[in-house]
């Protein structure tokens, strides 16, 4: 496995909980622009995902697993892991085994598609649905508030811990794959930024 695709346990925590929440660096102001959903003609199929694109044995979510771990995993044939401990950054739970895990789009593969994904190639689809440049991207979340979140944007669902640095993550990347927020979620936005304490993001109308 190439370690160096996903940033370090320790930076990975500090993005997700660090009090200084700017999404991007501070000499960098970033905009989302408000625009209204493309609705209709998605399938999760026009993202190929859990990819092994390193071909090391381990796909996308194997790859998460062992780089979001508190105690990392031994990793055996066909990237079967043994031994490592996990903690959902959602609500601090622990986990020992990872199949009570999900692998969470921050941004979800439905959400992302109304967006602006419907535009993008196959190739761009996958790239995001298996980003491993930012570990902001995906999270080894508990399975079960990965699933009641389902497809809804940040106006629509968030975890029950460390809110303000899930909506900082959120901004970070739509901003990444020029991504834009529809009405709703652009307001929710601009109600929070202020209270998070986030800055240099600017929510647009055009």
Same mark, same amino acid.
């Given at each position: 496995?190439?370690?160096?695709?996903?940033?370090?346990?320790?930076?990975?925590?500090?993005?997700? &909980?660090?009090?200084?929440?700017?999404?991007?660096? %501070?000499?960098?102001?970033?905009?989302?622009?408000?625009?209204?959903?493309?609705?209709?003609?998605?399938?999760?199929?026009? &993202?190929?995902?859990?990819?092994?694109?390193?071909?090391?044995?381990?796909?996308?979510?194997?790859?998460?697993?062992?780089?979001? %771990?508190?105690?990392?995993?031994?990793?055996?044939?066909?990237?079967?892991?043994?031994?490592?401990?996990?903690?959902?950054?959602?609500?601090?739970?622990? &986990?020992?085994?990872?199949?009570?895990?999900?692998?969470?789009?921050?941004?979800?593969?439905?959400?992302?598609?109304?967006?602006?994904?419907?535009?993008?190639?196959?190739?761009?689809?996958?790239?995001?649905?298996?980003?491993?440049?930012?570990?902001?991207?995906?999270? %080894?979340?508990? %399975?079960?508030?990965?699933?009641?979140?389902?497809?809804?944007?940040?106006?629509?669902?968030?975890?029950?811990?460390?809110?303000?640095?899930?909506?900082?993550?959120?901004?970070?990347?739509?901003?990444?794959?020029?991504?834009?927020?529809?009405?709703?979620?652009?307001? &929710?936005?601009?109600?929070?930024?202020?209270?998070?304490?986030?800055?240099?993001?600017?929510?647009?109308?055009?």
């Amino acid at each position: 496995m190439n370690t160096s695709k996903r940033i370090a346990l320790g930076l990975c925590s500090v993005l997700l &909980f660090s009090s200084n929440l700017a999404p991007t660096s %501070a000499a960098e102001e970033i905009t989302l622009v408000i625009a209204e959903d493309q609705i209709g003609g998605y399938s999760r199929n026009l &993202f190929k995902h859990w990819i092994d694109a390193d071909k090391d044995g381990c796909n996308t979510r194997y790859e998460v697993l062992i780089a979001e %771990a508190i105690v990392k995993p031994k990793v055996g044939a066909g990237c079967y892991l043994t031994g490592g401990k996990w903690k959902s950054p959602y609500e601090g739970k622990v &986990f020992t085994n990872p199949t009570g895990l999900d692998i969470d789009h921050m941004v979800p593969l439905a959400e992302a598609w109304r967006s602006g994904a419907w535009a993008w190639t196959s190739a761009q689809r996958m790239d995001f649905a298996n980003d491993l440049e930012d570990s902001r991207s995906l999270l %080894a979340v508990t %399975a079960s508030l990965n699933r009641s979140k389902g497809d809804r944007d940040v106006a629509g669902w968030l975890p029950i811990k460390a809110q303000c640095a899930y909506i900082s993550n959120w901004i970070a990347v739509k901003w990444r794959f020029d991504l834009t927020v529809d009405q709703i979620e652009g307001e &929710f936005l601009q109600s929070k930024i202020p209270s998070c304490k986030i800055t240099n993001v600017v929510i647009s109308n055009s």
